[in-house]
C-alpha cells in the first residue's frame, strides 16, 4: 500500500508558476511509475504527466508539454511537477498517482490516488 499526499497548490497570476509536490509513505513507491492528472469543474479527470520509476522517461498530455516538468526524488519518496507559463486553463484540482496497469493516459488504470490540491490561474 502506498498513501499519496499533494501539496504546494494555491493561487497564480497567468504566466506565472507553480512546483507542486507528491509525497508517499508505505511501501513500494521507488518501484512504481507515478503521475499527475487534474480535474476542473464539470469535466473528466484528464492525464498530465507521468514518470517511470527510475525517472528516466516521462510523458506529457499535448496541452503542457513545453511548459510542465515531472520529476521525482526516490531518496525522498517525492514526486514533483513544475509548471510554468500558467495558463487560466490549466485551474483544476491536481491529483497524484501510483502504479498503473495499463496506459498511463488512463485514470482507470491507477491504484493509488492523493487527495489533490487546488491549483487556481488568474487572468
Known amino acids: 500500500q502506498v498513501q499519496l499526499v499533494e501539496s504546494g497548490g494555491g493561487l497564480v497570476q497567468a504566466g506565472g508558476s507553480l512546483r507542486l509536490s507528491c509525497a508517499a509513505s508505505?511501501?513500494?513507491?521507488?518501484?512504481?511509475?507515478t503521475g499527475w492528472f487534474r480535474q476542473a469543474p464539470g469535466k473528466e479527470r484528464e492525464f498530465v504527466a507521468a514518470?517511470?520509476?527510475?525517472?528516466?522517461?516521462?510523458f506529457y498530455a499535448d496541452s503542457v508539454k513545453g511548459r510542465f516538468t515531472i520529476s521525482r526524488d526516490n531518496a525522498k519518496n517525492t514526486m514533483y511537477l513544475q509548471m510554468n507559463s500558467l495558463k487560466p486553463e490549466d485551474t483544476a484540482v491536481y491529483y497524484c498517482?501510483?502504479?498503473?496497469?495499463?496506459?498511463?493516459?488512463?485514470?482507470?488504470?491507477?491504484?493509488?490516488w492523493g487527495q489533490g490540491t487546488q491549483v487556481t490561474v488568474s487572468s
Open positions: 508505505g511501501r513500494g513507491f521507488s518501484n512504481y511509475p
Open positions: 498517482a501510483a502504479d498503473p496497469e495499463g496506459s498511463y493516459r488512463s485514470s482507470d488504470a491507477w491504484g493509488f
Open positions: 514518470v517511470t520509476w527510475s525517472g528516466g522517461s516521462t
